[in-house]
């Protein structure tokens, strides 16, 4: 009785597809992970300036004024100098 794995009493040439098929299973997993290690990195979404998005000048004014280590005045007189060296975009402040 002839099989897909014996031909003639040997392996048949069913045997040559072994070998494609842990390369590809080996490929897949390093694939897979290569994905995964960009996309914790951050990937093609970082920045350019390599500075997380949230973390511009004017958002660290703003969260040290809302947490209260500055005061008001403080704020406003830091956030004139900001807007002259990075200047704001849109209405409302949204830098």
Known sequence: ???LAHWDGGPGPWILFFPLIWAAVVVGAVTVLRRTARRDRGGPWRPVDGRPAGDSPIAVLGRRFASGEI??????????????QFGRVGKGGAA
């Open 1 to 3: 009785m002839q099989t």
């Open 71 to 84: 005061d008001e005045d403080e704020y406003w007189r830091r956030l004139s100098v900001l807007d002259e």
